[in-house]
């Protein structure tokens, strides 16, 4: 027969401890039994766990770091400085492919340089204002993904862009790396602007003409400051506009 044994409990104090009075191959099949059950259920636990973390990092990965609400911005800007030039649907289609990397790049950089300088450190309400717009500020505080995690990804989308942009580039002109340097460098220029009240600024050249040209370039031959001027209006709205 089996009995608990005066509410004796494991060492974690959570699971009953099975007391096996007879000393036969019944009471250690019974005792087995409960051993296999309780770890059964333990390694089950953990593998969900596992899945939860899993899923996490995957939708911080695709969707909180790279913060799409931008996308459409960048892809009306992109789709202008073509149209500006003439070009064709196939390259102007591979320039937004290159966009939509552009800003998964610099938004997953933002998180990891709003980290490495302090603006995500220490208590909530120190940490750099939030946007109820964006959905991925502070991730990285909030231990969804770690600090190396979030370059790894701002990288991956640097190098995707970079590869849609040499296909590019052999298909209509070289100067498409001008626009795609410029649109690049605006990520960490906006993190440094944080602290100099010039975030705006590159806010303004990424999604004005930079995005412009890069449209602009996926035509050969292009004619890159005409779309930059173009660009002007949009760029004021998405730059200065964004962040009042």
Known sequence: ALAYGNGNTSKSGKIPRV??????????????????DRKGTEVHIGEQRMTTV???KIIAYTIFLPRWFAWPAAVLVVTLGGLVVGTSLYPLVLANIIATFIV???????SWADWVSGLDQGPPEERSRPKPYT???NLIARG??????TLVVALVYLAASAGITGLLAGQTTTWVWLPWLVAVACAPLYSWGKFNYTNETWLFLGFGPAAAMLGAASAPGPDLWRA???????????GYGAEL
């Open 19 to 36: 007391w096996v009075r007879d000393a036969g191959d019944m009471g250690e099949r019974a005792n087995k039994s409960d051993y296999g």
């Open 54 to 56: 899993l899923r996490a």
């Open 104 to 110: 998964a790049f610099a938004h997953a950089y933002n």
């Open 135 to 137: 959905s991925g500020q």
């Open 144 to 149: 969804v993904v770690t600090q190396n995690e």
């Open 228 to 238: 930059a001027l173009a660009s002007l209006p949009l760029g004021i709205l998405f």
